[in-house]
């Protein structure tokens, strides 16, 4: 190992090359012309065991760009498949490289990953190269959703290459450093059950039991528990996007990691104005993918799941789809509780009672009646605002209003105690679209301080302060819908 990368900190293992070789393609990165280090996540770094200083330097961002690779890497590209907008294909790697999974002083195991990093076996004809802005926009949104206390891939550095990736536009090259629990999916076990044998099933759920579920290795029926527990996981992730208006925009079968965390960032967006049928993804042309489909096809994703594991769950398949039905039929109370929990807690309610879901949605069709902005209204109930939202005065409010205060008074504890609940689970700001264009479009232009403050107040968001009210502004009205794109 080179001082360089001694220095540095990495400290690599390749469990997931132990697979058997048909899993994945040996790959390295295709080296780039002139890399520059434009942003680096230096508190990430330094959990991960990195000297964040050491990153910094011409070594580190040559490995950043897949120019040199760092002393215990095997790089491949993962195979997998996938339902797109529900039909099903042969996917794959194909901008992206494993370059290992770094053990953390604290013993956890985390994929390191180069996305954008040049051609592979799966790249479709496609050049696996990224522009910056939707590499930056994976930065931005990712690091948002690990302060707002929502589990996801996270990203260490980007680096642009110093080459034009040719879309509509010539645009400037770049590579995302992703980190993540593992890039296993759904999709994952989709191209094994396709295109595996049995043993090969077993062996990709047996490797994903002891990487990411440890607890029921080895007992019975461990196949059916990991089905159970994944579905569990998603069932919460996909309740606390919803809590925030977090839209995803793909939920492809391919963007559902086994471990439960969110990944993928492509055409992905936060809602402003509350509305179930919100869609910002241009290619999403029928709202499958809306904000209030995402349950259902949460739902839709892990029945594909469990129909990859029938081969593990019984040796009849009548039998197997019998025990895989009843598992995922617990997706919906799951989702159902992690949501309603959630929800009483953004309006302060302590305990449980059987008119809390009526309240809910009464106020969510107050809002969506009023086209009330879904961060703001509660951030503004928690802070007792509530006079200053616009539909403040209408019967609809004053009615609900009304019935929620009876509500709290209720309860044996204080207002206060209700309060402190609201402000721990109702953020003050989110990556309001506008200001993720507009930091995007500043980098373009090779200026990152408007990036730099962005991601600075979205680090707290949960706390209220002065340099946060221009990042609560909705922007101004415009003729044109707002639009996410891939990226790719």
Known sequence: MSKDAKDAGWNLDNSYARLPNSFYSSQNPTPVRSPKLVILNSSLAEMLGFNAESLKDAHAVDVFAGNTIPEGALPLAQAYAGHQFGHFNMLGDGRAILLGEQITPKGDRVDIQLKGSGRTPYSRGGDGRAALGPMLREYIISE????????????????????????????????????????????????????????????????????????????????????????????????????????????????????????????????????????????????????????????????????????????????????????????????RQHWLTGMRAKLGLLNEEEQDDALIQELLTVMQKNKADFTNTFRSLTLGKHKELDFYGTDEFSSWYKEWQERLDRQQKSKEVSLELMRKNNPAVIPRNHKVEEALEAAVHDDYSVMERLLKVLSNPYVDSSEQVEYCTLPDPSGRPYRTFCGT
Request: proline residues 4%; contains cysteine; hydrophobic residues 40%.
């Open 144 to 335: 948002a959703m690990h302060t707002l206390g929502i589990p996801t891939t996270r990203s260490l550095a980007v680096v642009t290459t110093g080459e034009a990736v040719i879309r509509e536009d010539d645009l400037p090259g770049a590579i995302l450093t992703r980190v993540a629990s593992s890039h296993i999916r759904v999709g994952t076990f989709q191209y094994v059950a396709t295109w595996g044998s049995e043993e090969d099933i077993k062996a990709l759920a047996d490797y994903t039991i002891k990487r990411h579920y440890p607890e029921i290795e080895g007992k019975d029926s461990q196949y059916l528990l990991l089905l159970r527990e994944v579905i569990k996981r998603q069932a919460a992730l996909i309740a606390k996007w919803q809590l925030v208006g977090f839209i995803h925009g793909v939920m492809n079968t391919d963007n559902m990691a086994i471990s439960g965390e969110t990944i993928d960032y492509g055409p992905c967006a936060f809602m402003d104005t509350y509305d179930p049928e919100t869609v910002f993804s241009s290619i999403d042309r029928q709202g499958r993918y809306a904000y209030g489909n995402q349950p259902y096809i949460g739902g839709w994703n892990l029945a594909r799941f469990a129909e990859a594991l029938l081969p593990l769950l019984h040796d009849e398949q009548e039998k197997a789809v019998e025990i895989a039905q009843d598992a995922i039929s617990e997706f919906s109370g799951h989702f």
